[in-house]
């Protein structure tokens, strides 16, 4: 119950902290209304937990095709008969009453005869973990929204003392390891099932690429050189007029030359944070041109699960206990990254560190499915995104929650997509012998 609990107070602040006019409105075609992400998440609930789980009957039917995100592009959602944002909270607040209900009735056991929706409370789960997804959506159009900031955080601890004696780069070793999970109680089906995976040995970035590394790729003409970038990523720089991360913009009064615009605030880039607001093919770019590469979601798992020391995939690099905020930068407690080098009890046996939080990190990999892969609820969760068009974001966020974030936690999208939250760290082959 906390977890549904914590995502409804965050969705109220998200929706609250604004006026109706402003919840009906959309700030970028990339994004929906947030008026609609809210009714969606009550709809969502109502599907899953009244009547799957709990047997109810419809209570809005006609809402269904309103809030079908595969039915309808987010472009096309202003125009939809939306319900207006005293109905939504009244709805979202009625199916929340009988979830709640539902949830005091269920056989949530993780034994005793009861159905893969309910054990473990897997729906409850996978609903807690929908709405902070939608959680984090709605944070990213607060990005994109005009006008004076609503949100406000506490600041990111600092980077750690010994961050600038840090090794560049560590060794991850070469053999098998076990990706995935088939135990993890609320793991989404795209997870599933834990399977060996060997991956060659491989160099990896000890913390993510900063925005001080990226602005020198900026400044060395990477926007300017096809040489560093795919062709589809090559084509967006030149038909868009990219020559930098999403919302940097040249200042020559600030010291580093650049500003940002981050939650309706206009500040100096931060040159010791992870850099973010670019997408896959800026990401791969900044890698071609420092000589690396991104590493593939394989590597990228290993390093961030494999203990050598005990030969097992562990749930978080720090161990199987769950994050707290000593751990990494998680729940939207602060509204940027943390300097690249905090959090060093979030590291990993290896010493890698920010893994979890701050930033979703691309990979290299398209979007597949494990060995084995069955969809479970449903298949648009997953099984409708598979294959190359979509690469893989591994880690999660300042604005992901810890509910919807673990090591084996897998993110998708568009490798043009600008306005989420993610950075990157890159990777290498060790020299030929």
Known sequence: MDVLLAAR????????????????????????????????????????????????????????????????????????????????RRYVADVRGRALDVLDRAPVGVDGGAGPLVRAAFAFGMIAQHEQQHDETMLITHQLRAGPPVLTASEPPPAAPDTESLPVEVLVEGGPFTMGTSTEPWALDNERPAHEQVVAPFFLDTLPVSNRAYAHFVEDGGYRDPRWWHPEGWAQVRGHGLGAPLFWRRDGGTPGGWLRRRFGVVEPVPPDEPVLHVSWYEAAAYAAWAGRRLPTEAEWEKAARYDPASGRSRRYPWGDEDPTPAHANLGQRHLRPAPVGAYPRGASPLGVRQLIGDVWEWTASDFLPYPGFRAFPYREYSEVFFGSAYKVLRGGSFGVDPVACRGTFRNWDLPVRRQIFAGFRTARDPEPC
């Open 9 to 88: 107070e965050r969705t109220a602040a998200l929706t609250g902290c604004v006026p109706d006019p402003e919840l009906v409105a959309q700030y970028s075609p990339l994004m929906s209304p947030l008026v609609w992400d809210l009714a969606h998440i009550g709809n969502q609930e109502e599907l899953w937990l009244l009547r799957a789980v709990g047997g109810h009957a419809a209570l809005r039917p006609e809402l269904d095709s309103v809030y079908d995100a595969f039915e309808h592009p987010r472009a096309e959602r202003p125009k939809l008969p939306l319900l207006p944002p005293d109905e939504a």
